[in-house]
């Protein structure tokens, strides 16, 4: 089955910590993004890339960084200069398109820094 | 630039009851519409969707009808059930672009109460 995975679904690390969230996608889509939720908050954009080797910054990227080596795979880390990095983090993609088309988003991990 | 405006939740319904959930936005041209649904712990899924003016999409009993006039895309349900309690979420992909994140609404919860 085609589908966005990410990993793991709970993590927890010590403050000052750098953390990398697992994205992957077998749906052949050319575009990943990747969204940060706070608790009965809506989704704030962190980074996005639209093709293998290329990005963008979203709303609120610093203190993240991510890369886009391969197609199927955009991970995310969680830097220590990132100040309230406790929330739950959604990974999506979308299929490479001259018209618009459905973001697909996988299952979150929930980040929890102590 | 494009935006999107959703009613403030939350909102509290008895099984059976009607649902409205109002959305409106904000963008040149014809854009592609979105709903998606957010159940507790999980990612989100689409619901339905509509990519011009008049279309109605419609899923598991959901119904949004695309108004250029209003510049609307309000989503109903003639009777909830307790299964419906969720976070729906409204969003549009502007014309021409790309791959460019969705825009998103704020999300609305929704409760329903047996």
């Known amino acids: 089955d085609g589908g966005i995975t990410q990993s793991p679904k709970y993590l927890f690390r010590k403050e000052g910590q750098n953390v990398t969230l697992s994205c992957e996608q077998n749906l052949n889509h050319d575009a990943m993004y990747w969204y940060r939720q706070d608790p009965g908050q809506g989704l704030r954009l962190i980074y996005y890339s639209q093709i293998v080797n290329d990005f963008q910054k979203g709303d609120i990227a610093e203190g993240y960084s991510v890369s886009r080596e391969k197609k199927e795979s955009f991970p995310l880390t969680v830097t220590s200069a990132q100040k309230n990095p406790t929330a739950f983090y959604l990974c999506?993609?979308?299929?490479?398109?001259?018209?618009?088309?459905?973001?697909?988003f996988g299952p979150g991990t929930r980040l929890t820094v102590l | 630039g494009n935006s999107v405006t959703q009613m403030e939740g939350p909102v509290t319904l008895s099984e059976e009851a009607f649902l409205t959930i109002n959305c409106t936005y904000t963008?040149?041209?014809?854009?592609?519409l979105f709903w998606y649904v957010q159940y507790p712990g999980e990612g989100l899924q689409l619901l339905l969707k509509a990519t011009k003016a008049d279309d109605k999409g419609s899923n598991k009993g959901f119904e949004a009808t695309y108004r250029k006039e209003t510049t609307s895309f309000h989503l109903e349900k003639g009777s909830v059930q307790v299964s419906d309690s969720a976070v729906y979420f409204c969003?549009?992909?502007?014309?021409?672009?790309?791959?460019?994140?969705?825009?998103f609404g704020k999300g609305t919860r929704l409760s329903v109460i047996a």
């Open positions: 999506a993609s979308r299929r490479a398109s001259g018209s618009p088309d459905t973001q697909y």
């Open positions: 969003a549009l992909s502007g014309v021409n672009s790309g791959n460019t994140p969705l825009v």
């Open positions: 963008a040149t041209g014809y854009p592609s």
